[in-house]
C-alpha cells in the first residue's frame, strides 16, 4: 500500500519548535517534488512549503525565515523544521508528493500531523 505518514506533531508553546517529518511508505520519495500543506476548521488547506526533486526549496511568506524543508532520500523522508512558532501556526499539518513547476499537481497525501501551539 502506497502512502505517507507524517510524524512529529505536537504541544508547543509560543517561540518553541517542532520538527515534522514524512516518510514514503511503498512509495519513492526522491522522484518527486514534496510539499507541506495545512488546514485548521473552517479553512481551506493550504500550501506552505515545496521541495523539489532537485532540492530547491520553496516558502510562502507567512513561514519564510521559520520553517526550513529539507530531505534526506537515504532515509526517504522529508522533513519540516519549524522554529519560532506562533499561535496561528496551530493547524493539522499534511504532507503531499507529486510534480512541482509552479503549480503543485499532486498524487499522494498523508493523513496528517496536528500542531498546536499555545500558551
Known amino acids: 500500500q502506497v502512502q505517507l505518514v507524517e510524524s512529529g506533531g505536537g504541544l508547543v508553546q509560543p517561540g518553541g519548535s517542532l520538527r515534522l517529518s514524512c516518510v514514503g511508505s511503498?512509495?519513492?520519495?526522491?522522484?518527486?517534488?514534496v510539499g507541506w500543506f495545512r488546514q485548521t476548521p473552517g479553512k481551506e488547506r493550504e500550501g506552505i512549503s515545496v521541495?523539489?526533486?532537485?532540492?530547491?526549496?520553496v516558502y510562502v511568506d507567512d513561514v519564510k525565515g521559520r520553517f526550513t524543508i529539507s530531505r534526506d532520500n537515504a532515509k526517504n523522508t522529508v522533513y519540516l523544521q519549524m522554529d519560532n512558532l506562533k499561535l496561528d501556526d496551530t493547524a493539522l499539518y499534511y504532507c503531499?508528493?507529486?510534480?512541482?513547476?509552479?503549480?503543485?499537481?499532486?498524487?499522494?497525501w498523508g493523513q496528517g500531523t496536528q500542531v498546536s501551539v499555545s500558551s
Open positions: 503531499a508528493a507529486g510534480l512541482y513547476d509552479n503549480y503543485f499537481s499532486i498524487d499522494f
Open positions: 511503498g512509495l519513492t520519495l526522491s522522484p518527486y517534488s
Open positions: 521541495i523539489t526533486k532537485d532540492g530547491r526549496a
